[in-house]
Each structure stands twice: as structure tokens, then as C-alpha cells.
């Protein structure tokens, strides 16, 4: 839990390594990494070495969660093929986040991505939306399928396997 985490002050110089190291390290400028490291005081309802999950603070739907890698990844674009275990392993903790707050009915749930430049955040990030039947008009415009602003999980992960395949 916490106690065996490192404090945030030796999590924050992993920033002032130059900058040939990776982008999936800790930006302490990103407030998802903040939430992630519990630096703001977020209840974080699902936690491991590789995701967390925790509520949107604009919630487009009566369960609105935000699914996140704990290291810090850019948007979908910089995403690639060796991504997609990833992508389906935030898609199922989204599942599970769900069916613990008691959504049983996964057909009526959406799991997407905000297509850059459409992202107030550059930390990947999938929203969780249960029940979509009961999204309002601008959660539907906001998170609407096949959109140019917007990407489900499923054609994430078929873009980034087909990236595969071209190359």
C-alpha cells in the first residue's frame, strides 16, 4: 500500500533525468500521475503496479471512470502494437471497476479514448460510461461513436494491431 510506496519527492526526480528518458516515467506536471502517486487526495478505487482507476470529476454518466496506465504514456497516438495488452488490460479493469459498483449489464456501457488533439489530458486515459441509455445530450456528443474526436477500446486496439501487420 502507501508505506511501500516511495514518497513523492523520490518519485519527482525521476523529471530531472534529461530528456532522452522515456515518456512512460512520472510527470509531475500531470495531474494524472498526481492522482496515481496520491499526491491530490483522490479515492483511487482500483490501484496496482500497472493501473489505476478513479472517478471523473465531470461525470458524463452515472459511473464515469477514468481508467489509467500508473507510468505516464502519452495519448492514443504514440501508442503502437506492443500497446494492446495494455489498452485490454485497462478495458478490464474498467469491466471490474463496474461490476464492483454494481453495472451488470455491460451492454449498455461504452470504453473509449479522446482522439488527439481532443484530450484535456496527455496521460492515456480510457473512459468507463455505464449506463450510456441515461447520458445526457452533450455526454453522448462528448463521447460519441465514430466520431473523429472520440475511439472506442475495441477500434483502438484494432488500429494498433494493424500497425503491426503494415509495418
Not at 25 to 35: A, L, N
Not at 43 to 60: A, T, V
Not at 85 to 109: A, R
Amino acid at each position: 500500500m502507501a508505506e511501500d510506496q516511495p514518497s513523492p519527492s523520490v518519485q519527482a526526480s525521476h523529471t530531472t533525468k534529461p530528456s532522452s528518458v522515456p515518456s512512460e516515467e512520472y510527470d509531475k506536471k500531470c495531474i494524472f500521475c498526481r492522482i496515481v502517486n496520491n499526491e491530490m487526495g483522490t479515492e483511487l478505487l482500483h490501484s496496482d503496479g500497472d493501473i489505476s482507476c478513479f472517478k471523473d470529476i465531470k461525470p458524463g454518466a452515472p459511473h464515469h471512470y477514468l481508467v489509467v496506465p500508473t507510468k505516464h504514456i502519452g495519448n492514443c497516438k504514440s501508442l503502437n502494437q506492443e500497446h494492446v495488452p495494455l489498452v485490454k488490460q485497462m478495458v478490464d479493469v474498467g469491466k471490474d471497476v463496474l461490476q464492483k459498483n454494481n453495472v451488470t449489464d455491460l451492454t449498455d456501457v461504452r470504453f473509449g479514448f479522446h482522439w488527439p488533439p481532443f484530450c484535456s489530458v496527455t496521460h492515456l486515459h480510457l473512459h468507463v460510461l455505464a449506463p450510456v441509455s441515461q447520458m445526457g445530450f452533450m455526454s453522448r456528443l462528448i463521447y460519441r461513436l465514430n466520431s473523429y474526436w472520440f475511439v472506442t477500446a475495441d477500434q483502438l486496439i484494432e488500429l494498433l494491431s494493424s500497425k503491426g501487420e503494415t509495418n
